[in-house]
């Protein structure tokens, strides 16, 4: 027996999970990321961990890009300017130094602390310039730039004194945006000075930022681009399993306005996701329908390329987010067909307020996508629908939505009625009295109808979440809130002596 | 050394997870099932692989019945006429093919679309004959053969016009419906005609189905049964790990209607489903308590068969989902003891409206279980509820439990007559006024209610998840919506002259 | 290759996940937890198995106590009277009998049924200690002696009754506060005499238990003793994994009034927690960060030890949870610095409400903690943030939190305004008028303005959980609440001929 003792290394050897002797060597790292590590690995621990585990962290871009065109990550053309190293803290946090107005010496390294996405497209090109026509990417300008919109924001985020028997609005500070809207639609980064801060180093200078923090999708960046590919590809991980996760979405499609993961979470795909995604595949590259996941996530519907088990492509890779949508949801306050540019701030509708449609509901047709490019991203989507499902079930699922968008619109053109009526009677102050169409009770109810409710309705339908649609936050409160805006005009108008006593 | 080399061979298949020559030849799979998967692996490839992950792509049914009584998951009395191969596309989609309207010829095989409780009753006919008497297969027609119901359904999903200062009503179209109440109801799927479509394979034909796609789960289907068991036991995987999680009834038992979902969410029992249950074997058949799973879900309190470690049956399997349940919390608009039959669109109370009890509380007692039926759901109930915790905390949960549907009820009550006071007032229009008594803001807010309150705040008390009963949706909206009812009654009189002004 | 089969025992041993040969003998399991298992294998199999599962099952200790410093998980400061035994059912439920006023005779054992927190301090004595000095330990009395506490849950949880056109609030009853506010608060559990019960042994008596059952945070217990370790280390199994994770915190954080866990779900914490969390290390102890998990939990920022990789101690353990925590974000009506004492009973305002702060919003100074206390408790939590956060980023996440924490609180005051001029038109009876100021429509809106709106809102806030407090339950409402507070005030003093008719 004491030969079994002799064959002791050779057996521990084959228990092992992953024979070390048959991995490569350790892939390098370039000197300038092991100084950074050296120093942050105390400072920040945390995420030099995260990175650890990153895939960057392992993969050398200018061999990277040998993979095959389906399998491949990254998108870059040529191996020219690629790095040779795996991609580590310097390798984007000391790239294009003079195009970042927050770049600063830092141990003898021009650092900058805001990565944007033109470091990303060093090896992602094609993400980057497709994420560059995303919504997503002009979130704050859409935002920012849009008068109306502007008001809007104005009377959730603002202070209101009450004095003399009234509400004076003020307006919001930097920081009541920050931490809302800009959240997610991105805040202007921009480079204000540099300021002196104590560290475990001794005394340092920093750039001083303003708006800063922020990981919002449109973020305008100090070197001037828009966008932030870490929303999304959460630092310092980059995990795609994140990004393919619906909690990554649900950061900002949650609340009533966009309820799309609440939407999900009802759904038969929600259901399946939640019982069975511990056992799914959510790195293979590219994703096998079927066999690495068995419902869709949103990055599967709306971004992720899609293959059959045997390789057939079913979809392809976009970060333009509505590739395969033909209609935007969102209404303002109308849903519509999605819009030809991504910016949309300079849209303008017949009575001149920048919005894709008209207040009767009808589209800003100038500025919206065509019937034929309509059909081709429905036909996308349906494309991915097919992989699971009889053709005659998807078009049913689609006949039935389509009338839903038509059925909401329909309750927001009731809506919009009842609030002219309102405006008529003087129970409120619309534009044409000189008032903000946000900032009183029955106006708010106007709001509601259709980024709550009508929004909610839509969503619901889109994605088969039905028991959200009904009661939760749909089609109940669609209703009673316009009934509810009814009896509010005809109460404020009689209590206010502008209409007679009903007895 | 070398003898280690020589070793090799038998060291490898020594480490593999299971040897496969140890392993019985493959099932068989009927040449019917074989020629489907032919097309369909490239046609729908997702579904392809979820019924190779599923038991029924291993499963043949006359060898399935011989497993001992507790462990078998068939219930068919004996192996005549069940299939000898495993449980394919044909198997299923082929069945009874005179019987299924639905049928139609499809590459030399007639298959129908919708496959039925009667399909699976071949193997399962005692679950089958279990749903049948569930209420939940009577779903669709107690919502579409009521004709109070459909007031409300149409007061909910129908499109209101406005003009002329008023809103105007419409029926709501078939979309609406199906996108909605029906989603979970069910729909009523028949087959009308046939229609052409181009497919992979060149022009083929298939049958015209109304009310399609459907998976609710009183669906009434092209053969006439009523039911979907997919509803749970989602295709094509079918996996028994799926139907015993929690998202599986959370699809239609979310709502603030019902929200048992976000009551388990929120309650110990659901905390530790969340925190633990990554290691559970939600396979294993029977369930054994405290070593399968260590807190429930929603099928181990009301469906599973559950037995103690040792094999004694703590609980039998059942698919009436009520046959552990006394009372029925869902308040119509009082909760009352569940009902004797299914189809409960028969009822009538004394006031002659389709409704088990009386606008005043009071059970219609000809129609719903007695006291000595509900004392045997109770203490069926009780005996799962014993299998962790002593007879004393459970006895104090249930006193608790029957006290807080007293106090809802007391408070649905209330309302009641606040409501009756209103139609009194002339400030709504109830039926003795010949209006419906769901389309006014005064009776919304009735509807909310009982709908929502009370059903929230009996939900929260049943599972032990307080803090949703409370200020998510529970008390205090129960006081609240109460309050308010009365405050919206006064100010609408004063405004109408039908009060003196206070002052 | 026959020596291949000699060598097969030695190779299965090899082969065995862990070498039983290798493991010490089975830990001692006293004469006493023997018997109890003998029978409650049977009567409760349940928390046997849970029981079983746990560490308590495997661990002496005696030899615990000799672990290093940091992942010892007990903190007795001797072996003396540590049991030599693991610890089971009788070592925690027959500890101290005579200062249990449930114990009883029960198979010859002096068993309680209420294990209490001096129980778990034979071997946890400084958790206990911290846990002594936590606002939750006082949970039950500092809303049980607050009159005016005591006015808003009558206010809740009362059964109103509708006769001669008004409500009459009746006091709630005791099962009411036991599965609403007393749930987590704890219920005052005493010992009231004996009753008898049939059981699978025949008739046995036991204790009869006022407010039973109750796990909630601040329970009193028959042995006077204050608080449940099991609220958050759920029995039997008392898994650190399970108190780690969010649900648990969850199960009394998630409500409107405090949404800590909705917050955190929507946060980029809680994106990552949800999405990686499968693969960390919740056991561990202490707890690594970057390595254990890549983002925190509840407890990691709340309460846990957490330490650098290197072994750094970056947070000590504790269990008194606003350790790290400056401002009390829960607004009494306004949030204010933490109290000092963890009996918050006795504080009052100048207008000699119980409360921490004046109605104005001024914070009653000498019963909270101070500026240099509260500049510890922020750097005790900043620090925890910077182990993944450069300090720019937190400072500023910091500087925006307290912006917000002054905003909403400035909302407060307005609704606070809007509330005394309903109190002097009359439409409302505040106390001034001997009526509650929690019953009547508007002083509703008042009470959700503070402890929904605002309080959201700086949970979202302080945890960058942007989406939940904008429209989800934030901002909007914040907004549109108090502009429908001063709607409502205006249009009931019009109706009721206090103020004159605008047109």
Redesign the interface.
Known sequence: ?H??R???P???I??LPAAPAARAADPPVSEATAECIGCH??A???????WR?SRHSHAVPAEAIKADALSRRISAKSADGLPGTVVGCAECHTAFPEKHADTFEHNGHKVH?VVTPPDCARCHPVEREQYAGNLMANAFGNLDNNALYQDLVG?????????G?K?SPHAP?A??G????Y??HGTRVEAKGMHE?E?SMGTMA?PT?SG??N?GVGRVNPDGSRGACTSCH?RH?F?I??AR?P??C????????VPAYLVY????H???Y???N?SWDFKAVPWK???DF?APTCASCHASLLV???G?VIAERTHRMNDRLALRLFGLPYAHPHPVSADTSTIRNRGGLPLPTELTGEPVASALIDAKEQEQRRAAMQKVC????????VN??Y???E??VK?TN??TL??T??LL?AWEK?VAAGPAQKGSPF???VE?MWVEQW??YANSTRF??AM?G???????N???YL??N???M??MVE??S?????AP???
Chains 1, 2, 3 share one sequence.
Request: aromatic share 8%; hydrophobic share 40%; with cysteine.
């Open positions: 027996m030969l079994a002799l064959l002791l050779a057996l521990l084959l228990l690995e105390s920040t621990p945390g995420i030099v961990e995260d585990r602390v009377s959730v985020n603002g202070f209101q004194e009450f004095a028997g509400l500070g920081s009541a920050a931490e809302s809207c959240y997610c801060r560290t920093f930022l800063w923090p990981g959460t991980e995990s399993e994140m996760k909690y990554t649900a950061e900002c499609h949650k609340g009533p306005d979470e009802a759904s038969k929600g259901n399946i939640q019982a069975m511990k329908v079927g066999k068995s059959a088990g045997e057939t097919r992989a699971c499902h009889a053709a005659d079930w049913g699922q006949a039935r939505f009338d839903t059925d329909a309750m009731s809506a009625k009842v009526s003087g900032d009183e009770p708010k980024l709550f619901a339908s088969a039905a028991d959200y649609g009904v009661f939760a749909g089609r109940w209703s009673k316009l009934r509810d009814l009896g109460l404020e009689r209590s206010r002596g502008a006593p009903l007895k």
